[in-house]
């Protein structure tokens, strides 16, 4: 399981998403922006986490088992029934003014 690298700080959350409010964007290809670390933590339920690049790869993210999202990397997410999750956004303390507010486009 990949793990977020030691020197990184929280810089915003999101609100909890469920199956029904879960903005139509993570359902679809989109990216962090460059030097933005993405923890996508499922509280009940489960997710998919597809992760598009550099090498395709499916993980079941469930409570206890976290997604990490690395900087830039596409990827998408698919609810697998009822499920309520957040996301949290990381970044280097040398990181001026790249807060991850919004998903970089493609």
């Given at each position: 399981m990949?793990?977020?690298?030691p020197?990184?700080?929280l810089?915003?959350?999101?609100?909890?998403?469920?199956?029904?409010?879960?903005p139509?964007?993570?359902?679809?290809?989109?990216?962090?922006?460059?030097?933005?670390?993405?923890?996508?933590?499922v509280?009940?339920?489960?997710?998919?986490?597809?992760?598009?690049e550099?090498?395709?790869e499916?993980?079941?993210?469930?409570?206890?088992?976290?997604?990490?999202?690395?900087?830039?990397?596409?990827?998408?997410?698919?609810?697998?029934?009822?499920?309520?999750?957040?996301?949290?956004?990381?970044?280097?303390?040398d990181?001026?003014?790249?807060?991850g507010?919004?998903?970089?486009?493609?």
């Amino acid at each position: 399981m990949k793990t977020l690298p030691p020197d990184l700080h929280l810089t915003r959350r999101t609100p909890e998403f469920t199956a029904a409010t879960i903005p139509p964007g993570l359902l679809h290809d989109h990216r962090t922006k460059p030097g933005v670390w993405g923890v996508i933590h499922v509280l009940e339920g489960a997710l998919e986490y597809h992760i598009l690049e550099p090498m395709e790869e499916r993980l079941l993210l469930t409570p206890g088992r976290p997604g990490i999202v690395e900087p830039a990397m596409k990827h998408q997410v698919m609810p697998l029934g009822p499920v309520r999750f957040l996301v949290e956004f990381h970044v280097r303390p040398d990181v001026v003014g790249n807060r991850g507010d919004a998903p970089a486009g493609d």
